[in-house]
């Protein structure tokens, strides 16, 4: 089943009111709350908050969008303990500071290192730990990023997939081939390059991804709008009725 969501950070600007009412008119049924703005690590009354707001608008926390780095010494314990307190099935983190070609072999390894450690806090809370698919991180690269797979070694570990505006369609359509069999979730959006476009403006590629996607009847994926094209509100109803007419 994919299950349409939004990403809160596509709307830093708004609250945390706004962003679940946003979500509930759009027809969309789940949120990530984002670490940066929204939801700050540990701050109890904002944790307190999303989850009230979440459940009165009838909608569910499925992750925790951190900017926690791995590899960098940073506090893993106050995001486990923040997405454990929201409820959120699945942690967000960001596969370390560099891409994957620039990297040393130490540095991939205090990156994986800590990925387990992650894992290691999150699942006595039943949670997934998931990567960013992101550029300037060792998921740069579809290759890497199902290598990483295999070398952090834990059952709740999986990868986000979105596509990438640098790389051209064939690579993309590979690349979440590759990622299928340990993804958690997919960021929604048309880029192409640095432009950025309505959704439906590759409607096309979209419907193929989904068709991969599903590929697998018996997965649950969140599939996450995340920001729009000219960052407005209009845009995002506009985005949602693309995305929920292709899944059905």
Same mark, same amino acid.
């Given at each position: 089943?994919?299950?349409?969501?939004?990403? /809160?950070?596509?709307?830093?600007?708004?609250?945390?009111?706004?962003?679940?009412?946003?979500?509930?008119?759009?027809?969309?049924? +789940?949120?990530?709350?984002?670490?940066?703005?929204?939801?700050?690590?540990?701050?109890?009354?904002?944790?307190?908050?999303?989850?009230?707001?979440?459940?009165?608008?009838?909608?569910?926390?499925?992750?925790?969008?951190?900017?926690?780095?791995?590899?960098?010494?940073?506090?893993?314990?106050?995001?486990?303990?923040?997405?454990?307190?929201?409820?959120?099935?699945?942690?967000?983190?960001?596969?370390?500071?560099?891409?994957?070609?620039?990297?040393?072999?130490?540095?991939?390894?205090?990156?994986?290192?800590?990925?387990?450690?992650?894992?290691?806090?999150?699942?006595?809370?039943?949670?997934?730990?998931?990567?960013?698919?992101?550029?300037? /991180?060792? /998921?740069?690269?579809?290759?890497?990023?199902?290598?990483?797979?295999?070398?952090?070694?834990?059952?709740?570990?999986?990868?986000?997939?979105?596509?990438?505006?640098?790389?051209?369609?064939?690579?993309?359509?590979?690349?979440?081939?590759?990622?299928?069999?340990? +993804?958690?979730?997919?960021?929604?959006?048309?880029?192409?390059?640095?432009?950025?476009?309505?959704?439906?403006?590759?409607?096309?590629?979209?419907?193929?991804?989904?068709?991969?996607?599903?590929?697998?009847?018996?997965?649950?994926?969140?599939?996450?709008?995340?920001?729009?094209?000219?960052?407005?509100?209009?845009?995002?109803?506009?985005?949602?009725?693309?995305?929920?007419?292709?899944?059905?």
């Amino acid at each position: 089943m994919l299950i349409p969501g939004l990403v /809160t950070i596509t709307f830093r600007k708004f609250g945390r009111e706004k962003i679940c009412a946003v979500a509930k008119k759009a027809g969309l049924s +789940l949120l990530e709350w984002g670490g940066d703005i929204h939801v700050p690590p540990l701050d109890g009354d904002a944790i307190a908050d999303a989850v009230r707001l979440t459940k009165e608008a009838g909608l569910g926390i499925d992750t925790y969008g951190s900017y926690y780095r791995c590899g960098v010494g940073e506090d893993a314990g106050a995001v486990v303990r923040t997405a454990a307190s929201l409820g959120a099935k699945n942690l967000r983190v960001w596969a370390g500071p560099k891409g994957s070609a620039e990297a040393s072999a130490d540095e991939r390894a205090a990156v994986i290192r800590d990925l387990r450690a992650v894992c290691d806090l999150a699942a006595p809370h039943g949670m997934t730990v998931s990567t960013e698919c992101h550029n300037w /991180t060792l /998921t740069d690269d579809y290759e890497s990023a199902v290598r990483m797979v295999n070398e952090t070694g834990r059952d709740n570990f999986r990868l986000y997939w979105q596509p990438n505006q640098f790389r051209d369609e064939e690579y993309n359509r590979r690349a979440i081939r590759a990622s299928l069999p340990y +993804l958690s979730n997919v960021h929604v959006f048309s880029w192409s390059g640095q432009e950025h476009y309505p959704l439906d403006a590759h409607e096309k590629l979209w419907r193929e991804y989904i068709e991969i996607i599903s590929s697998d009847p018996t997965a649950n994926h969140g599939m996450f709008l995340e920001f729009t094209c000219d960052d407005s509100e209009e845009q995002l109803y506009r985005d949602a009725e693309a995305l929920l007419g292709w899944l059905g």
